[in-house]
């Protein structure tokens, strides 16, 4: 008696596992449309976040360079002096 009882366990268990897996399936199917319509808006996004990206590192380097040249000015005599001493 136990052992029909686990074998109807065992067969239930097996009944859910491939439902699960066919729910899975079915759901992926399902939302390729959706995914493939993401495609070119994620594109978009990511196309926007590099060109924000590539942006600030332009905008750092040029308040950076004026300021390495204005502090070589002031460091320049100084730098002089230390040589000839």
Do not use: D, E, H
Not at 19 to 31: D, E, G, Q, R, S
Not at 43 to 72: D, S
Request: without cysteine; positive net charge.
């Amino acid at each position: 008696m136990f052992t029909l009882l686990a074998l109807f366990a065992a067969l239930f268990f097996g009944a859910i596992v491939v439902a699960a897996v066919a729910l899975k399936f079915t759901l992926k199917l399902v939302l390729l449309p959706l995914k493939l319509l993401f495609i070119p808006f994620f594109l978009l996004f990511v196309l926007v976040k590099v060109i924000l990206l590539v942006t600030a590192g332009v905008v750092i380097a040029a308040l950076l360079i004026p300021l390495a040249i204005i502090l070589g000015l002031v460091v320049l005599p100084f730098v002089i002096a230390a040589a000839t001493a």
